[in-house]
């Protein structure tokens, strides 16, 4: 056999094998917590980065190692804003992919209209408009920790219905997590909350 089909076999070989998928919970409901930091019973960690608590690591722009419908819930607060504008539909298809029918997605991102409002309040302190400044562009304490789209309740709405969702619940609190979703600066909650049905 020639050089040129032993490597058109070689590569054939591992191009025909779709990557593995991950094992998810086979109990029901399955759950999965996007950015998680703490384990938390009945629930599994996506992360992009590999610490002990986490179970799954990946990306949220690609969810590919799940099978579709493999979650009944999903969390995710502070993560969409970490998503490049240009794959901002595709992630979102993905996320609906991997949704079972009927689940829902817990969606909180910084709402750019409430942290614009607080930017331009020229009664606070420096320290605390520099802190809003941190909420809109990301902490950037590493690589990951950069934030590339701004959303507020109207665009997040549009790219909600472009990725096929069904149903759109605004909420104050999910009740679920102490985390980002909860955050309040001055006095006022600057979390958009949602949460969204497939």
């Known amino acids: 056999m020639s050089l040129r089909g032993l490597l058109h076999g070689v590569f054939s ?11 998810v919970p086979s109990e029901r409901p399955a759950r999965l917590h996007i950015g998680g930091q703490q384990r938390t019973p ?12 986490v179970d799954y690591v990946g990306d949220i722009t690609d ?7 493999a979650f009944d819930e999903i969390y995710a607060s502070h993560v969409l804003e970490h998503v490049p504008q240009a794959k901002m539909d595709t992630t979102l298809q993905g996320l609906r992919r991997v949704l079972a029918d009927g689940g829902r997605i817990m969606i909180s991102v910084p709402d750019l209209d409430v942290l614009c409002g607080l930017f331009l309040d020229r009664k606070l302190p420096v320290a605390a408009r520099f802190n809003v400044m941190r909420m809109m562009f990301g902490g950037q304490i590493d690589a990951n920790d950069f934030h ?25 609190s999910f009740g679920i997590f102490n985390d980002t979703s909860n955050c309040v600066v001055e006095g006022i909650p600057v979390s958009l909350n949602l949460v969204v049905w497939k």
Do not use: T
Not at 13 to 23: V, Y
């Open 13 to 23: 070989h591992f191009s025909d094998r779709p990557p593995p998928l991950a094992e």
């Open 42 to 53: 009945g629930w599994k960690i996506l992360d992009i980065q590999r610490r002990p608590e």
């Open 63 to 69: 969810l590919s190692q799940f099978p579709a419908g």
């Open 148 to 172: 590339c789209i701004g959303l507020n309740l109207d665009i997040l709405l549009e790219y909600l219905r472009l990725a096929g969702f069904s149903r759109v619940d605004c909420v104050q």
